[in-house]
Every structure is written in structure tokens, then in C-alpha cells.
């Protein structure tokens, strides 16, 4: 299999496609059902597939995604092979923000179909969403494979000219995610120069010079954008506030109540209407257009404020007074990092903007640095199977390995701007991450953003994050948001008692009364001396990426305080959210007296101290009695010393919890082979072996 389009069935009748809808509005599945069955009878396998994926895209289009799912894994299970099933349910996971389940289904498309090009290019337009690295692998994949095409039965030069300029788009647009802006830049310039109508290079461009402060360029590309694409164009355009006439509006209205696998309405679209009507001042129409496009972003959303709000209890009671009492000497005494942070809309972009002005001070923007550590620490404790997560296994880091940390994220820091003093972290929900910060770094400067809440609300609500399963869930309801406001405040409350006079606290209200009054007291908070070219932030020539690319852009208007006021008949949801009592289940947690008991242990163990080491292991499970990777050392350690029963006893425990160890296994197999058990060591071998050699 190649590159080679569907043949599209000459039954496959838009008279059929409506019967499919019909049925579907009416709740009418088992007769749609029934009359697919029917057709599997008397089709090809492909025509067959066609009605399935057309019934998928019907449910989908009626806010049916969990019925559109399973209709597709239950033909997947009949034709597991099947390369356009396999892509419906890439497209249909990838829409709902199911990334790694997008992957899983384009990588079993790909095994089928090696070197087709077009599944390698849309493997990589899903890894850009969260993993850069396999983004560029996967369109430098693509773009291999569409250069070594040549015209055939199969492949017409229209064909493999567009999949050459797709795969070569995905690297342009992986490049700008990694801001190697001229590097995509050229790329992008390729692409146009072959073909000046490819709208995905003419977006993808015009985004970048967004984002790099290039306004005019971008309305120049977005206007070349709304000559070949009205609806793309027009989005473009109004998120770079270039906001079109009303007749125009009511034409994207129209668009935006259009059903599509995204679901009954074009959340996008509704919220770039949200953004033109309050800019012109209809904030009731703004607002209708905001409740219409929350509502419809929720049903793809798995946001839960309760699991948030015993997260964020979580994140207090480990991260507490004695923990820093009883880990004196952690971290290192850089002050290289700021961590600019606040809630999403509070003007965090402001702050950094300002700062990034003056010639001492690099913004990197949001980096990823804090959560990939705490990502790694929850991979760890999953790998030697404590029963642990982050934040509760904060007490089991050493000095040795919290260094570790500290020292990786200043070489990441540093390979943005190795000559400057400082390099700001501008991520907004860091502010939940603050124990961790001045755990690895005690000297880390950390401004605090504050704005009315009301107005935070607001603009959380009015802005598409795009976000179907990101951090950023709760902004798709305003009691959600309410609730998230006095988590915030909570957690701002505990990290200023723990480390008081630490953290700045600094409002967006009186940074737009008096800018420098503002900048000067940050600057001074950081430690440098004050340059006035801070006050011309909106020239500075910085990448922005957030939702803020546009205002950052701009003077700061006074305009940007109290907008709530426009909003404030349908703001008790709001309220309602802040002002309820916090609420938290109990939470159990293990508390170890000191660090490293298995580390430490380990490293006994290959010293050949067994008795240091056994006692090591026998601590961490007097304080966690299901740590698997304690039960395999002391099962090791009794070997050596010759008590195989208990050993064995003891690995077993181990694998019960962690039963995809191989080295486990293979000690297992080892010490039952020792004792003659070798009917049990065979039966181990098939049972562990086989699913991990597949």
C-alpha cells in the first residue's frame, strides 16, 4: 500500500448521508445500525468501511464522539487492518484532544503502510500538539518518503507535489513550535514559492510574524489567507484585531453553526465572534456567543474541579514548614531563574514583556522545565512501583539528586541566553509549583501577577485555549473559574507563610496606573538597576506565544481595568464558584523520616554491604510496606546471602506489583532455576517474556 486515495463507492449518495442523519436526530442508532449491516453484505470492504467512517462523522457532527468511538473500535476489531479505519479514529481522537490514543491508531496505520507519506505527515501534525521531538521525526519521515515518489499508476505529479509541500509544512511548523524562526521561515518561503496558494504555509507563516511582532506582515498573509479561504482568513484576521464588518459576521455565524467532526458547532469561530462583539461593544451578543462556546468546548473536556481542588490540598500539606526544616542544604544557590506567575489572564505576558526589556534579563516565555520534573519524578516512582506520585514523594528526593534537577533545568535556561543574570520562567500555573522551585532553587526570584478576579474571569472565559484536555479546563465555566480563583488564592496564601517577603506580589491595575512606578519596583525585587528602555515594551523584538501575542503589542490602555462591568449580570456563577467553602476528602499520606532509603540502599547493595543495605530496604517498607522495588532489593539481598525461599518470597511480592520488570523477571526465572523449580521458571518465561520480545 502507497499513497493511493480511496475509491469512493458510487452507493455512497449524499441521499444515503442524510438518512444517516435523519436517523441519527431522531435517536433512531439500531435502524442505522441495522441498515450498515445490511451493506456490509453487499460491499467491498472499503465501499463498507466508507458508510462506517460517514456514520462516525454523523455522530461526531450530533455531540456524539463516545458513539462515533466505539462504532469505529468495533469494526476495527472485524478489520483490524484496515488503514482508513485507522486514520477515522486518529482524526476522530485527535479532534477530541486524545493525543495518545491519536498516535496509537496512526501508528498501527503506518506498520500497515511503511511508506506512505501522508500518514507520517499527519503523525506529525498530532506529536506537535505535545511532543516536538517525534513532530520533526515524523515530518522528516514524510518528506523522505514524498521525495523518493515517482509517477505512477498510483501517483500523479499533482499528488506527490502536494504531499511533498504537507510534509514539508509539518517540519516548518514543528521548527516555529521550537521558535527556530528562520530556519521555518525559509521553510515556509519554499512551500510558497511552489505553490503561493498553499494556505496552511500562508497561516502558518502569518502566525509566526505574530508572534514575532510583525503585524503588518501577518494582516499582509492572512489577507492573501481570505482570498482562498473566507472562513480560515477572516479567523486569522480577527486574532490579529483586524476585525471585518457585520455582513461578514453574520456569514461566519452561519459557518459557526455548521456541524463538523469537531461537533455540532465550530467552537473557534464562536469564539472569535466573542472577541469582535465585545470589541464592539454588543456585550450581550459577546456574551451569548462566550456561553455557546464554552458550553460546546465542555463536551470534549474531562476538567474536574473537585480532583483539582484535592491536588492543590495535596501540593500544601507535603509542601510544608517542617519538610524544609528537616531538608536543610537543598537545591542550588542560583538566581539565575525568575518564575513570573499568577492565574492564566492576570497579565503575566505584561510583567515579562516589561522585564524582558532590560539587557540583564532574557523572557523564554512558558517553558515546560517545572512540570517535565515533576512529570519525571511521578515516571520514577510508577518505575520502582511505590504506590507514590508527586507531590508526596517530594520527601524521598536527596540532596544528590535534587542538585541533579536544579543543575538540568539552569542548562536548559542557559541554552536560551547564555550571557544575561537572569531568564524568566513565564508559565502562570508555576504558582501551584512553588514549593518545588524554592526546593531546587532557595534564591529563585518568583513575581507574583494579581488582577481582579472578576476581569481574570472574563478573559479566561472569552479566550479559545483550545485546550481539550490541558491544564487550562477550568476556563471553560465560569464557576469552574470561580473555584480555580480560590484555589489560587489558598495556595498564594500558604507559599506566602512559608516563605514570607520571598515572593513579589504585584497587581495589573497598578502597573497600567503607573508602568514604571511598577517596573521599577520589579527590577529592584530582581536585583538589577533600573534602564528605562523597559518602557517601550510593546517595541521590544520578542517572540510571544501565548493568547497574548496581540497585546503585548500594544500601549497598555486603561480601558483593559474593571471590564467585568460590561459582564456583570451573569456573573453569579462566578461568585458562586469563588465565595463556596473549600472542601477537601481526607488525604493519607506517608511521611519518611529521611531520603534515599532505597537509593542509599542500592548503592550498599553493589558495594557488597548487604547488612547496610537490608536494613535500608527494611526501613522504607516499615514507612511504605507496597514498595515493590524495596520487596525485589531485599529479595536480592537475601539471595546473595543464601536464603533463596525468602528471596524468591520476596521478588514475587515485587512483581505482583510491577509485573512488566524484566531484570525482576529475569531474577525471578534465575532463582527458581537455582532451587530445581525449573517447570516454575519455564512457566514464568512464557508468561513474562513473550508480550515483552513482541
Known amino acids: 500500500m502507497t499513497d493511493k486515495p480511496l475509491k469512493i463507492s458510487p452507493y455512497c449518495s449524499t441521499q444515503n448521508r442524510q438518512q444517516l442523519n435523519i436517523w441519527v436526530e431522531q435517536q433512531q442508532f439500531s435502524q442505522a445500525e441495522y441498515w450498515l449491516q445490511q451493506q456490509k453484505q453487499q460491499l467491498d470492504e472499503n465501499q463498507y468501511i466508507y458508510y462506517v467512517i460517514q456514520y462516525s462523522i454523523v455522530l461526531a457532527e450530533h455531540d456524539l464522539h463516545s458513539q462515533a468511538e466505539e462504532i469505529l473500535t468495533e469494526e476495527l476489531n472485524y478489520f483490524e487492518n484496515n488503514r482508513l479505519l485507522l486514520q477515522q479514529s486518529a482524526e476522530l481522537a485527535h479532534v477530541q484532544g486524545h493525543f495518545i490514543e491519536a498516535v496509537m491508531f496512526l501508528k498501527r496505520a503506518i506498520s500497515l503502510d511503511e511508506n506512505n507519506s501522508g500518514l507520517w505527515t499527519q503523525l506529525s501534525n498530532v506529536f506537535l500538539n505535545y511532543s516536538p521531538a517525534q513532530a520533526k521525526h515524523a515530518a522528516e519521515k514524510a518528506g523522505e518518503l514524498a521525495n523518493k515518489l515517482n509517477v505512477d499508476e498510483i501517483h500523479s505529479s499533482t499528488l506527490i507535489h502536494l504531499l511533498q509541500i504537507q510534509?514539508?509544512?509539518?517540519?516548518?511548523?514543528?521548527?516555529?513550535?521550537?521558535?527556530?524562526?528562520?530556519?521555518?521561515?525559509?521553510?515556509?518561503?519554499?512551500?510558497?514559492?511552489?505553490?503561493?496558494?498553499?494556505?496552511?504555509?500562508?497561516?502558518?507563516?502569518?502566525?509566526?510574524?505574530?508572534?514575532?511582532?510583525?503585524?503588518?506582515?501577518?494582516?499582509?498573509?492572512?489577507?492573501?489567507?481570505?482570498?482562498?479561504?473566507?472562513?480560515?482568513?477572516?479567523?486569522?484576521?480577527?486574532?490579529?484585531?483586524?476585525?471585518?464588518?457585520?455582513?461578514?459576521?453574520?456569514?461566519?455565524?452561519?459557518?459557526?453553526?455548521?456541524?463538523?467532526?469537531?461537533?455540532?458547532?465550530?467552537?473557534?469561530?464562536?469564539?472569535?465572534?466573542?472577541?469582535?462583539?465585545?470589541?464592539?461593544?454588543?456585550?450581550?451578543?459577546?456574551?451569548?456567543?462566550?456561553?455557546?462556546?464554552?458550553?460546546?468546548?465542555?463536551?470534549?473536556?474531562?476538567?474536574?474541579?473537585?480532583?483539582?481542588?484535592?491536588?492543590?490540598?495535596?501540593?500544601?500539606?507535603?509542601?510544608?514548614?517542617?519538610?524544609?526544616?528537616?531538608?536543610?542544604?537543598?537545591?542550588?544557590?542560583?538566581?539565575?531563574?525568575?518564575?513570573?506567575?499568577?492565574?492564566?489572564?492576570?497579565?503575566?505576558?505584561?510583567?515579562?514583556?516589561?522585564?524582558?526589556?532590560?539587557?540583564?534579563?532574557?523572557?523564554?516565555?512558558?517553558?515546560?522545565?517545572?512540570?517535565?520534573?515533576?512529570?519525571?519524578?511521578?515516571?520514577?516512582?510508577?518505575?520502582?512501583?511505590?504506590?507514590?506520585?508527586?507531590?508526596?514523594?517530594?520527601?524521598?528526593?536527596?540532596?544528590?539528586?535534587?542538585?541533579?534537577l536544579a543543575n538540568n533545568i539552569l542548562k536548559e535556561l542557559r541554552s536560551y541566553a547564555p550571557n544575561v543574570k537572569h531568564i524568566i520562567d513565564k508559565l502562570p500555573h508555576n504558582f501551584e509549583n512553588i514549593g518545588l522551585i524554592k526546593f531546587l532553587f532557595p534564591n529563585a526570584k518568583i513575581i507574583s501577577v494579581r488582577r481582579d478576579p472578576r476581569d481574570i474571569a472574563i478573559s479566561n472565559y472569552f479566550t479559545d485555549y483550545q485546550a481539550k484536555h490541558g491544564g487550562m479546563g477550568f476556563a471553560y465555566d465560569l464557576t469552574d473559574i470561580g473555584e480555580q480563583l480560590a484555589d489560587h488564592n489558598l495556595m498564594m496564601q500558604h507559599w506566602n507563610a512559608l516563605f514570607p517577603n520571598e515572593i513579589l506580589t504585584i497587581n495589573y491595575e497598578a502597573i497600567v496606573d503607573d508602568i514604571e512606578f511598577s517596573a521599577r519596583q520589579i527590577l529592584a525585587y530582581i536585583g538589577v538597576n533600573w534602564e528605562p528602555e523597559v518602557l517601550q515594551f510593546n517595541e521590544l523584538q520578542r517572540p510571544v506565544k501565548t493568547a497574548s501575542v496581540w497585546q503585548v503589542r500594544q500601549p497598555v490602555y486603561k480601558s483593559s481595568k474593571a471590564r467585568w462591568r460590561y459582564y456583570q449580570q451573569y456573573l453569579q456563577p462566578l461568585i458562586q464558584g469563588t465565595n463556596a467553602k473549600i472542601v477537601c476528602e481526607p488525604i493519607k499520606m506517608i511521611t519518611l523520616p529521611e531520603p534515599g532509603f532505597l537509593t542509599n540502599g542500592v548503592d550498599l547493595f553493589h558495594q557488597q554491604k548487604l547488612d547496610d543495605a537490608e536494613i535500608n530496604f527494611k526501613k522504607m517498607l516499615y514507612h511504605n510496606a507496597e514498595h515493590a522495588a524495596c520487596h525485589y532489593m531485599l529479595g536480592l539481598v537475601y539471595l546473595r546471602k543464601g536464603y533463596v525461599n525468602e528471596g524468591i518470597e520476596k521478588i514475587e511480592t515485587a512483581l505482583k506489583k510491577v509485573p512488566w520488570q524484566c531484570e525482576w523477571q529475569q531474577s525471578l526465572i534465575k532463582a527458581y532455576e537455582t532451587i530445581g523449580l525449573d517447570d516454575k521458571a519455564k512457566l514464568l518465561q512464557e508468561k513474562y517474556q513473550k508480550p515483552f520480545s513482541e
Open 167 to 404: 510534509a514539508k509544512n509539518s517540519l516548518a511548523m514543528v521548527e516555529s513550535q521550537e521558535q527556530n524562526y528562520k530556519l521555518a521561515e525559509t521553510l515556509f518561503k519554499e512551500i510558497l514559492a511552489k505553490q503561493p496558494d498553499f494556505v496552511p504555509a500562508l497561516q502558518g507563516l502569518g502566525q509566526q510574524q505574530m508572534q514575532q511582532g510583525d503585524i503588518e506582515e501577518a494582516l499582509k498573509l492572512f489577507k492573501e489567507v481570505k482570498q482562498l479561504d473566507f472562513v480560515k482568513g477572516y479567523s486569522s484576521l480577527i486574532n490579529a484585531r483586524n476585525f471585518p464588518d457585520e455582513a461578514v459576521l453574520e456569514k461566519l455565524e452561519k459557518v459557526a453553526l455548521q456541524p463538523s467532526l469537531e461537533g455540532s458547532l465550530r467552537t473557534g469561530i464562536l469564539f472569535q465572534l466573542v472577541t469582535v462583539w465585545d470589541k464592539r461593544k454588543h456585550y450581550r451578543k459577546a456574551f451569548e456567543f462566550a456561553i455557546q462556546a464554552n458550553e460546546a468546548s465542555k463536551l470534549l473536556l474531562s476538567y474536574n474541579a473537585q480532583e483539582h481542588r484535592q491536588q492543590s490540598s495535596k501540593i500544601r500539606m507535603s509542601f510544608c514548614k517542617a519538610l524544609y526544616e528537616h531538608r536543610v542544604g537543598y537545591g542550588i544557590q542560583s538566581n539565575l531563574p525568575v518564575y513570573v506567575i499568577g492565574m492564566p489572564r492576570s497579565g503575566t505576558t505584561l510583567v515579562e514583556q516589561i522585564i524582558s526589556g532590560h539587557s540583564q534579563i532574557f523572557g523564554a516565555g512558558e517553558l515546560g522545565l517545572i512540570p517535565n520534573v515533576i512529570q519525571g519524578l511521578n515516571r520514577w516512582e510508577r518505575h520502582v512501583g511505590s504506590g507514590r506520585s508527586y507531590p508526596d514523594c517530594i520527601d524521598d528526593l536527596t540532596v544528590k539528586v535534587t542538585a541533579g
